[in-house]
């Protein structure tokens, strides 16, 4: 059988310092290299020429997909390889996508992309999970160059709506990549988010019907705190399911919406969301945490029916989002990092009377091992609250103050100060109790 040939296609500007990595990681693997460049003001250029690139330039014009595409027309393989400067093929996986490539009946591939905490990290320590930021993503960066072949999308561009059309066969390949560009400084350096929220705007005004642009836009708004506008996109989307093709994904949209549901107290459409879309697209993380809090919500207080069923409910769900992110790949997971969902199973613990088991999850949640996976301070001062609440009532009222202390230093909230003064009470020191109790009326709320 003939060697297949690999296309190695890039868009790139000003990546002097991260496209010699990406280069040497498919050397032996990509039989040539196509790179678009959109304005390079550095080596770029000079760099993808000595590495026996053909390089073409396109002006940037607020498009990922152009570029894309260009590179694609102008590649020979019979199967293209989309890469970022940032993206590395992870060692052995050369050798992976040649046996994968033998007579493949598919026309994407998707690949476990990992993203690493530093720009510096160790591959293998990336893949080991030791230096990754959030469990790995599956992403199409394998694909048959065929007729009509095309990215759409100002931003996330995809190949997706193309696969679909052809009735191709998207699958997932034994493949590894690791991203360098998700570590926080590049990230913010680069102002990325003010970049990418305008081009999102854009692209869901292009494309009013699409529940891929409108989905990333209402995440991106939730994320920057813009809760409302985010409502507003999800609500549009969600009643545009009914015109989506099959292949589109709502799971992004969903979570977005099961997050502003439990925002509300609106535990009904939190589920509603996740149900549809895990019957839609399968288990997921996400799914799983969103499911627990809508669960959780609805149990209401102390001696409500079926109070004690739906928080077992809860923490049964939020195990099996733990379970998830151990040992499975999924589309990017939003919200459902481990340490957030230990904090979750902590609180419904807490609620449930079982301190012993509240307090293992949240010190397990304060204690993730991985800085890229720490808890925002918010959530972080919430959850030493809760572990001093749990040791309060095992008895360990010293320990509990030592557990809250540090999130007080900040100037705390008020659940924060109500624990302390909590455990002061328990210790018999009444001053400090009362001193506490003030302090938590006064803090401003989390």
Excluded at 172 to 197: F, Q, S, T
Excluded at 306 to 332: S, T
Aim: hydrophobic share 50%; aromatic share 4%; proline share 6%.
């Amino acid at each position: 059988m003939a060697r297949v040939k690999v296309s190695l296609c890039l868009i790139a500007k000003d990546e002097e310092r991260m496209l010699p990595g990406c280069l040497e990681s498919v050397r032996g693997v990509a039989d040539e290299i196509v790179l678009v460049d959109t304005g390079s003001t550095d080596r770029t250029r000079e760099l993808a020429r000595a590495a026996g690139a053909r390089v073409l330039e396109r002006p940037w014009d607020d498009d990922f997909a152009a570029p894309r595409n260009l590179a694609a027309a102008h590649a020979t393989g019979d199967w293209i390889l989309p890469l970022d400067a940032d993206e590395r093929l992870a060692p052995a996986a050369g050798a992976a996508l040649r046996r994968a490539l033998r007579g493949a009946a598919f026309d994407v591939g998707l690949v476990r992309c990992h993203n690493a905490d530093a720009p510096d990290a160790p591959a293998a320590e990336v893949l080991s999970g030791a230096r990754r930021a959030g469990p790995p993503a599956l992403l199409p960066r394998v694909v048959r160059r065929a007729p009509g072949l095309r990215w759409a999308g100002r931003i996330h561009e995809s190949v997706l709506d193309w696969a679909a059309a052809r009735g191709g066969r998207i699958v997932p390949l034994d493949l590894d990549v690791v991203h360098l560009g998700y570590a926080k400084e590049i990230w913010d350096g680069r102002g990325k988010r003010a970049r990418n929220l305008a081009l999102l705007r854009r692209r869901a005004e292009e494309e009013p019907d699409s529940i891929i642009a409108l989905g990333y836009l209402a995440a991106e708004l939730l994320a920057l705190g813009q809760a409302e506008e985010a409502g507003e996109v999800a609500d549009r989307a969600w009643a545009a399911l009914g015109r989506q093709p099959r292949h589109r994904s709502i799971r992004r949209l969903a979570v977005v919406r099961a997050a502003l549901a439990v925002r509300r107290g609106d535990a009904g459409a939190a589920r509603e969301a996740v149900d549809r879309a895990e019957a839609a697209g399968g288990p997921n993380p996400d799914l799983a945490f969103f499911r627990a809090c809508a669960l959780e919500l609805s149990a209401g207080g102390t001696g409500a029916p079926d109070r004690d069923e739906r928080l077992a409910r809860a923490a049964a769900e939020l195990h099996r989002a733990l379970a998830l992110l151990e040992g499975g790949v999924f589309e990017q997971v939003i919200y459902a990092q481990r340490a957030r969902v230990l904090a979750r199973l902590g609180a419904v613990e807490l609620r449930a009377g079982r301190p012993q088991a509240a307090r293992a999850a949240l010190r397990a949640a304060r204690s993730p091992g991985r800085p890229a996976d720490a808890l925002p301070p918010p959530e972080a001062i919430e959850a030493a609250a809760g572990e001093a609440e749990a040791l309060v009532a095992l008895g360990r009222a010293g320990e509990a103050l030592a557990a809250v202390e540090p999130a007080l230093a900040g100037g705390g909230t008020p659940r924060a100060w109500a624990a302390a003064a909590r455990a002061a009470h328990a210790l018999g020191a009444l001053d400090d109790a009362r001193l506490f109790l003030a302090r938590a009326r006064a803090a401003p709320a989390a």
